[in-house]
């Protein structure tokens, strides 16, 4: 018996070494474009486009757009793209268009300008001030670009990280108009010895009057990172512009410079575009209650349509507790980790 265990080891052994997978196909995650410039150095820059499933199923149907900075199909792209794709299987907030732009020099183009460079020259290795240049590429060339090709709603996010969240809060401060929605994590607000932080309350008290949100987060950062977000956090507090929603979200707790990115952007789509649930009984297979025919009341809920305006604000573990008074009615779910302060959704 065991000489033929042996043989049909050995046979097992030498057709798995010979397998091979054949007729595999790519994965395509979005549509990588290469444009023209008359504004940025070089020229050429790579846009990675990602639509949602909605986008071909709803034809009729326009999104907003999210632009991400770093966004090349080699920076960070991809991870962000799979956060979007999740809501297609959890459907936790609403679908966007995803843009994006590729960095070529991100220590030039992504930066404001400085009083001396020599300093920035030295430790970055590029000269800083190309953010002024950025922003008309943005507003005159590529946002005309996408609106022109894609069913937008003329609803706008830019997003960021470390320098590229730096770009997001001096866009919120410099040209506040240019999108509607700015989420900024772990921006580098040490630069230029906490500029941006310091005169926060200056910019607010001269900016123009119309409804942004703001999605800040920070890591745990030390020295003039930290103190210059907390600056710019004191200054949303007491000087925030009419008009003006924010959050803060404390990562400081879990979350390092270079591991932060990830989690808080998918906290970020979730907060500024949560989209409402229900809560439905369990089957008694799982430990439900017994299957019975609807209320006429518990079927009216049913039939209304969740909206943001007649959903119920709370937490998962608040539903939890109060799941039996729920039932078929309208949620709009706080996910993930609870914000430090600010006044978004007031």
């Given at each position: 018996?065991?000489?033929?265990?042996?043989?049909?080891?050995?046979?097992?052994?030498?057709?798995?070494?010979?397998?091979?997978?054949?007729?595999?196909?790519?994965?395509?995650?979005?549509?990588?474009?290469?444009?023209?410039?008359?504004?940025?150095?070089?020229?050429?820059r790579?846009?990675?486009?990602?639509?949602?499933?909605?986008?071909?199923?709803?034809?009729?149907?326009?999104?907003?757009?999210?632009?991400?900075?770093?966004g090349?199909?080699?920076?960070?792209?991809?991870?962000?793209?799979?956060?979007?794709?999740?809501?297609?299987?959890?459907?936790s907030?609403?679908?966007?268009?995803?843009?994006?732009?590729?960095?070529?020099?991100?220590?030039h183009?992504?930066a404001?300008?400085?009083?001396?460079?020599?300093?920035?020259?030295?430790?970055?290795?590029?000269?800083?001030?190309?953010?002024?240049?950025?922003?008309?590429?943005?507003?005159?060339?590529?946002?005309?670009?996408?609106?022109?090709?894609?069913?937008?709603?003329?609803?706008d996010?830019?997003?960021?990280?470390?320098?590229?969240?730096?770009?997001?809060i001096?866009?919120?401060?410099?040209?506040?108009?240019?999108?509607?929605?700015?989420?900024?994590?772990?921006?580098?607000?040490?630069?230029?010895?906490?500029?941006?932080?310091?005169?926060?309350?200056?910019?607010?008290?001269?900016?123009?009057?119309?409804?942004?949100?703001l999605?800040?987060?920070?890591?745990?950062?030390?020295?003039?990172?930290?103190?210059?977000?907390?600056?710019?956090?004191?200054?949303?507090?007491?000087?925030?512009p009419?008009?003006?929603?924010?959050?803060?979200?404390?990562?400081?707790?879990?979350?390092?410079?270079?591991?932060?990115?990830?989690?808080?952007?998918?906290?970020?789509?979730?907060?500024?575009?949560?989209?409402?649930?229900?809560?439905?009984?369990?089957?008694?297979?799982?430990?439900?209650?017994?299957?019975?025919?609807?209320?006429?009341?518990?079927?009216?809920?049913?039939?209304?349509?969740?909206?943001?305006?007649?959903?119920?604000?709370?937490?998962?573990?608040?539903?939890?507790?109060?799941?039996?008074?729920?039932?078929?009615?309208?949620?709009?779910?706080?996910?993930?980790?609870?914000?430090?302060?600010?006044?978004?959704?007031?």
């Open positions: 018996m065991r000489y033929l265990v042996a043989a049909a080891t050995l046979l097992f052994a030498s057709t798995g070494a010979t397998a091979q997978m054949e007729g595999g196909e790519p994965l395509a995650i979005g549509t990588i474009y290469t444009i023209e410039s008359d504004i940025l150095e070089g020229g050429k790579k846009i990675t486009v990602r639509l949602p499933a909605e986008y071909v199923n709803e034809p009729d149907r326009r999104f907003p757009v999210v632009y991400l900075l770093d090349g199909p080699e920076q960070d792209f991809a991870h962000i793209a799979g956060i979007a794709q999740s809501r297609e299987m959890n459907y907030f609403e679908p966007f268009i995803l843009v994006g732009i590729q960095s070529v020099n991100r220590r183009e992504l404001p300008p400085v009083v001396d460079p020599a300093p920035y020259e030295e430790a970055l290795q590029a000269t800083p001030g190309g953010s002024p240049d950025y922003r008309r590429f943005l507003r005159k060339e590529l946002k005309s670009m996408i609106e022109a090709q894609y069913r937008t709603d003329g609803h996010a830019v997003m960021g990280e470390s320098l590229a969240g730096l770009f997001v001096e866009t919120l401060l410099e040209d506040p108009t240019l999108f509607d929605d700015y989420i900024a994590i772990s921006p580098s607000m040490w630069w230029e010895q906490m500029k941006y932080g310091r005169e926060a309350a200056d910019y607010f008290a001269a900016a123009p009057t119309g409804e942004r949100r999605y800040l987060t920070s890591a745990t950062e030390g020295a003039w990172h930290r103190e210059g977000t907390e600056r710019l956090i004191a200054a949303l507090r007491n000087a925030a009419k008009g003006l929603q924010w959050t803060f979200v404390e990562g400081a707790d879990s979350e390092t410079h270079g591991t932060i990115y990830h989690p808080m952007a998918l906290d970020a789509f979730r907060a500024l575009y949560g989209t409402p649930s229900r809560e439905y009984k369990n089957y008694p297979l799982i430990g439900g209650p017994p299957i019975v025919e609807r209320t006429p009341e518990e079927q009216a809920l049913l039939d209304t349509e969740c909206t943001q305006e007649n959903s119920i604000r709370m937490t998962p573990a608040t539903s939890e507790h109060a799941r039996e008074a729920l039932y078929y009615r309208c949620l709009l779910l706080d996910l993930g980790p609870t914000p430090r302060e600010g006044n978004l959704g007031d």
